[in-house]
């Protein structure tokens, strides 16, 4: 078991900004991979980031809906 804290649709996201100094209009969400020019390695951390934070709230999501499937699973086990 471990806790960790992570925001929940209750919980206000934190906000976090960057941008490339040299390539000021580089937005991962939308270019992804091939829109880092030259192989910069600002915009490519950035996409690094960006991939990162929807892996984890993936993640979290996929976990939670398997807890709670694995809860209902092991209440009827024990209505039974
Ligand atoms: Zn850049």
């Given at each position: 078991?471990?806790?960790?804290?992570?925001?929940?649709?209750?919980?206000?996201?934190?906000?976090?900004?960057?941008?490339?100094?040299?390539?000021?209009?580089?937005?991962?969400?939308?270019?992804?991979?091939?829109?880092?020019?030259?192989?910069?390695?600002?915009?490519?951390?950035?996409?690094?980031?960006?991939?990162?934070?929807?892996?984890?709230?993936?993640?979290?999501?996929?976990?939670?809906?398997?807890?709670?499937?694995l809860e209902d699973?092991?209440?009827?086990?024990?209505?039974?």
């Amino acid at each position: 078991m471990f806790t960790l804290v992570y925001p929940g649709p209750e919980v206000k996201p934190v906000e976090v900004k960057a941008s490339c100094p040299k390539h000021r209009k580089y937005d991962p969400n939308v270019e992804g991979r091939g829109g880092i020019v030259g192989g910069c390695k600002v915009c490519r951390l950035m996409l690094e980031v960006f991939e990162a934070n929807h892996r984890a709230e993936s993640a979290v999501r996929d976990m939670r809906i398997n807890a709670e499937l694995l809860e209902d699973a092991i209440r009827k086990a024990r209505a039974k």
